[in-house]
């Protein structure tokens, strides 16, 4: 495609084959998609993920190859900048979108132009797709536009499948520090502190959890809580540009720490 479009879909992929059509499929057969493309960097799978990639057709996907297997954060660091589109949205080849995703989201960032994010709700599905729970506590009590940063120091409560971004949120935030555990939670918080988020009170995407997700992966190997408190002490020690977000974040210094702490007991 030479002329840019409005909407850029990134997958990082790893090893996810068995899951990987389902999310492109649920991609790739939006209802009334604004014009889009897909960025996929498989980043050195050994599994069938080559061959699910060798049968794209589809001119609006473009793929990335990596020889070897580099890490989540290089992939993530290579693949953003790759997207075109004013609006990118970035989802994990284990889960999926539901129909009208791009629809909504692309809707409501062009009705909000002072919102940097638009997010979410998330159904919980397993590894064969049924639907199991909802990923998260509905965080408002319907729609919303507004601040989100103290809310989200306190809890990831935003579930990554559900989220696009006007695409400068995306590059000022890059790169991803080495050693991160997770980058949904980082690039949240990044944007967060530019501006307001829409909350959309809909279910926008589906998120797997399944034995070897990601999430569980970092659970189990306590890489996560390392991540967390690293990640916390940076945004505690970075003063924001608004004095009055400044004021929120340091009255709430406490309660985020130990709320954080009673999340890794549990």
Request: a negative charge; glycine letters at 6%; proline letters at 6%.
């Amino acid at each position: 495609m030479s002329r840019a479009p409005h909407l850029s879909i990134v997958i990082p992929c790893y090893n996810y084959a068995r899951f990987l059509p389902d999310c492109l499929n649920s991609v790739l057969q939006q209802v009334n998609p604004p014009d889009f493309e897909v960025v996929i960097v498989d980043d050195g799978s050994t599994d069938g993920t080559g061959e699910v990639l060798d049968a794209i057709r589809d001119p609006r996907v473009r793929i990335v190859r990596h020889a070897r297997n580099r890490g989540h954060v290089v992939t993530i660091n290579e693949a953003l900048p790759l997207a075109r589109g004013a609006i990118v949205a970035r989802i994990d080849p284990d889960d999926r979108y539901h129909p009208e995703f791009m629809a909504t989201v692309c809707a409501r960032l062009a009705a909000n132009p002072s919102a940097s994010l638009v997010y979410g709700n998330a159904t919980i599905i397993d590894a064969h797709g049924r639907p199991t729970g909802h990923a998260s506590v509905r965080p408002h009590e319907g729609d919303f536009t507004g601040s989100e940063y103290v809310g989200l120091l306190e809890r990831n409560y935003i579930c990554a499948p559900t989220v696009a971004a006007r695409r400068e949120a995306w590059m000022d935030a890059l790169p991803v520090p080495q050693g991160l555990a997770f980058n949904d939670w980082y690039f949240t918080l990044m944007a967060a502190r530019r501006g307001p988020f829409c909350y959309v009170d809909r279910t926008l995407a589906d998120y797997r959890m399944h034995g070897a997700n990601h999430h569980t992966t970092v659970s189990r190997n306590r890489s996560e809580e390392r991540s967390v408190l690293w990640l916390l002490d940076r945004m505690f020690e970075q003063a924001e540009s608004d004095p009055a977000l400044e004021r929120a974040k340091t009255q709430a210094r406490r309660q985020v720490y130990g709320g954080h702490y009673l999340d890794f007991a549990d």
